[in-house]
């Protein structure tokens, strides 16, 4: 049995908006580890997303946990070991804490699962089952492709697959360089082309941190995937998540237009450039201020839409810089957007930063863990104009996603793109990321349709 958890017990709840039951993206991994596990074991997915797990018949139970899921996670563990069952912990929160975790697992798989899985279903078969298996990274181009037939259990309207791991930059907000070393790595081509084919969901999500890289050899890949999804005919609409600087390549946006790419996820989080140095969003220093508006603009040329990311709460931020940032989101061309508050996530920067100057709020782990959300404020503020902008958050925050701010940007999209399929497209992806728009009528509808 292999398990996404989702915590759904909230904090500061007259504030806070679940991200749970947006049933949207197929958990990936758990895709790959089915597809590593041999083919004598049945193998079978509770996503948490659709249905709360209760019990099972399985004697071997994988878990996926982030940190804000990790509690969760452990109420699971507790349940089935005072059953006789075996559970293993793995997932992001396992690779930061394997130590921690070893506590309330029976085995813990830090790191990449590729390398040690099959090892482990070996030594659990054979009862030589260890505490802990740390799995090193392999290169990519001998990857193994997820076995998608476990996810047909479940409606996802999303599909989701990888192409690289990890990114170059290295904002101090950010847990991807942790996880990953500092290190980035691409699939074979090929091979991603083929796992493509076997999707039957017309929409796909890259889940690649960021798309955009350095090295020149990496970019000449980049393009040479979305122009060979164009010439093989693979006919799908597809969002990424990149930096801002995708628009110093136009060469890619030309075939990511052609590829069908409809949606590209983007890190603006400020529109101020001093916010932006205080947590070293190196991509976007040149961009930011009026530049952002000169690629939003190229971005729409190639009939793509952008769903921006933003964050308030920078130490710099006052009550004005707030509501000057959610003016910027409401009525600059950006076409739908996320706005979260600053979080120290574990082992980065921005944590061992707060946590030296003695301002983190939360510190009783791993129950505190579920703060630790980007919807709750979990740092003390400078000064009472920082507290002020933390208060603000929660009303912004809330009145943001209301539907009809949504679908004015919908609508302004297609203008913007010329393209009604590229708003429609992004209207799928985007009622997959927020509670109100996808209960509203018209969105039931026109999606229906």
């Not at 921690?100 to 030589?128: C, H, M, R, T």
């Not at 076995?147 to 950010?174: E, L, M, P």
């Not at 798309?211 to 093989?232: A, G, N, V």
Request: aromatic fraction near 14%; hydrophobic fraction near 40%.
């Amino acid at each position: 049995m292999l398990i996404n958890t989702v915590d759904k017990r909230t904090t500061n709840e007259p504030f806070f908006v679940p991200l749970s039951e947006i049933t949207a993206y197929q958990p990936i991994a758990l895709g790959i580890l089915a597809a590593l596990t041999p083919q004598n074991w049945d193998v079978e997915l509770v996503d948490e997303n659709f249905e709360n797990f209760d019990n099972t018949d399985a004697e071997l139970i994988g878990i996926s946990a982030y940190s804000t899921s990790i509690n969760r996670a452990i109420d699971i563990s507790r349940k089935m070991q005072s059953l006789g069952k075996t559970v293993v912990l793995g997932g992001k929160h396992a690779s930061l804490f394997p130590v921690e975790s070893q506590q309330y697992f029976n085995s813990v798989v830090a790191g990449e699962a590729e390398p040690v899985w099959e090892k482990l279903i070996s030594d659990y078969e054979n009862n030589s089952l260890k505490s802990l298996y740390t799995g090193q990274q392999l290169p990519l181009t001998v990857s193994v492709r997820p076995r998608r037939d476990i996810f047909n259990k479940y409606n996802y309207a999303i599909a989701t697959i990888q192409f690289s791991r990890g990114c170059v930059y290295n904002c101090s907000f950010c847990g991807v360089p942790v996880l990953y070393n500092h290190t980035y790595r691409q699939r074979n081509v090929d091979d991603v082309l083929e796992e493509l084919k076997e999707i039957k969901q017309d929409y796909v999500f890259f889940v690649d941190d960021n798309i955009i890289c350095k090295e020149e050899d990496h970019k000449t890949t980049i393009r040479q995937l979305f122009q060979r999804i164009y010439e093989t005919r693979i006919n799908k609409y597809y969002m990424l998540a990149s930096s801002i600087n995708i628009v110093d390549d136009e060469k890619l946006l030309y075939w990511c237009k052609k590829a069908g790419v409809k949606v590209l996820y983007i890190g603006f989080e400020s529109e101020k450039i001093q916010s932006l140095r205080s947590v070293n969003k190196a991509s976007n220093f040149v961009q930011a201020g009026d530049y952002y508006k000169k690629a939003l603009k190229k971005i729409h040329k190639y009939k793509i839409s952008v769903m921006a990311g933003f964050i308030c709460g920078f130490d710099n931020d006052t009550k004005t810089d707030l509501q000057d940032r959610v003016n910027y989101m409401t009525e600059s061309t950006i076409d739908s957007f996320t706005l979260t508050y600053i979080t120290p996530l574990a082992h980065t920067n921005l944590y061992k930063y707060y946590e030296k100057q003695n301002r983190l709020m939360y510190l009783n782990f791993p129950e505190d863990w579920i703060y630790y959300n980007a919807c709750n404020v979990t740092v003390k503020p400078l000064d009472e104009e920082n507290k002020v902008s933390q208060e603000l958050f929660y009303h912004h925050s809330v009145a943001l996603v209301c539907s009809n701010i949504l679908l004015k940007k919908f609508f302004k999209a297609i203008f913007r793109t010329k393209s009604f399929k590229t708003a429609f497209v992004l209207l799928v992806f985007e009622s997959k990321m927020h509670v109100y728009l996808a209960g509203h009528w018209f969105v039931k509808l026109l999606i229906k349709r």
